[in-house]
């Protein structure tokens, strides 16, 4: 079985073809420039040549292409997009055109002269290509597919809470880390950055979606020194996010997810305490412009291991010394890939048997 997992984050997007057929340290892998960076990139270029940039395509990941456009804005050079891709920047539209960009159909941006910025988070056929060019397979019998979802928050919502909600809501269903997995026809339709994601696949093969961060932590699961302990702390330390969570097995006993830009590591690690110690509220992780933590199991809880992945995990570790540099299958950039396959096994129950023998002489306890 053959099955794509794409992790779509902030600065990278993280491509694993898991192949069964053989070690999965042979599967073809690729970490590369996240779409939005690629985005970013052509813009600033369209800023430094004063060209018009024609934003096309669908809501996708922003952050830093969010903030190119609008330095390519303030620098007085013209932008438009359709409506479609607008919403990348916000879900209310009007907030959009107030911000300088003259929204257009799909006929008008293609006959404006300027650059063409074509927004989207799932590009196949770029790794088709990737796969073609050095001789392996492109063929593909599943797709695990990850971004993170902020969702569209009602006009009186902030964001963060929202996200959060919809953390609670996963979790007060079901309290396993899995959960987070989805398969097409379950996603919520909140979840309209995920939507734009599924409705980008080009191919009829099954198809799971599963939100970035817990399928990072899912991933730390794989690692050997990670795998032989019962009840673990997983924090991942992403460019934008840092969640982390109190694990037994696959089951949830806590977490909480922060900005990593909005947070200094010293609170980060002081917040992995907390939140085992019971401390941690939600309230405070909010008014630092988090999202907030919740707590399932009763605190205090005693872990036996703190697992640390995420781009951002050496500062962290510099302030952890006992903490354990996450690598499943000996490579931590792939974290959340491996935790997508988990996430595609959880909801496709003919991919559990050649999943499972990625887990092959891993015990763990809970699971």
């Known amino acids: 079985m053959r ?3 794409i992790d779509i984050g902030t600065g990278t997007q993280d491509i694993l073809v898991y192949d069964s057929s053989g070690p999965v340290e042979n599967s073809p892998k690729l970490v590369m420039p996240s779409p939005t960076v690629l985005a970013e990139r052509r ?44 919403r990348t920047f916000n879900d209310d539209l009007a907030r959009v ?58 006009p009186d919502v902030s964001d963060r809470i929202f996200r959060f909600q919809h953390i609670e809501r996963v979790l007060s269903a079901t309290p396993d880390v899995r959960a987070f997995a989805f398969l097409p026809a379950d996603l919520p339709e909140s979840l309209t950055r995920a939507r734009a994601v599924l409705d980008s696949v080009d191919i009829d093969v099954p198809t799971v979606f599963m ?12 690692d050997g020194a990670i795998a032989s302990s ?21 089951a949830v006993q806590a977490t909480f997810e922060h900005h990593t830009g909005e947070i200094t590591t010293e609170r980060l690690v002081e917040s992995v305490g907390e939140l085992c110690a019971g401390t941690l509220t939600s309230a405070a992780v909010f008014e630092s412009k988090g999202h907030g933590a919740i707590y399932i199991g009763e605190p205090p809880f005693e872990v036996d291991i703190v697992g640390v992945t995420g781009p951002r995990r050496t500062a962290v570790l510099g302030l952890l010394p ?46």
């Open 97 to 154: 055109e107030a911000d300088g960009v003259t929204l257009v159909g799909d006929d008008e941006a293609a006959a404006i002269k300027g650059a063409e910025i074509r927004l989207r988070d799932l590009d196949l056929n770029s790794i088709r290509t990737a796969l073609d060019a050095f001789g392996a397979d492109s063929s593909f019998d599943g797709l695990a597919l990850g971004v993170l979802d902020h969702g569209d928050a009602p």
């Open 230 to 250: 019962r009840r673990i702390f997983v924090l991942n330390a992403g460019n934008m996010h840092a969640l982390g969570f109190v694990l037994d097995g696959t």
């Open 322 to 367: 006992d903490a354990h540099a996450a690598a499943p299958h000996g490579d931590m950039m792939l974290s959340g890939c491996f935790g997508l396959l988990d996430g595609f096994a959880y909801r496709v129950p003919a991919a559990r048997e050649v999943i499972a023998a990625l887990h092959a002489g891993r015990p763990r306890g809970g699971r």
């Open 211 to 222: 939100d970035t961060g817990p399928a990072a932590a899912l991933g730390v699961l794989h």
């Open 3 to 5: 099955i794509l997992a």
């Open 43 to 86: 813009i600033r270029e369209a800023t430094r040549t004063g060209t018009p940039v024609v934003i096309t395509g669908v809501l996708s990941g922003g952050g830093p292409v969010s903030w190119a456009l609008g330095d390519h804005i303030a620098a007085g050079h013209a932008a438009y997009s359709t409506p479609g891709a607008a």
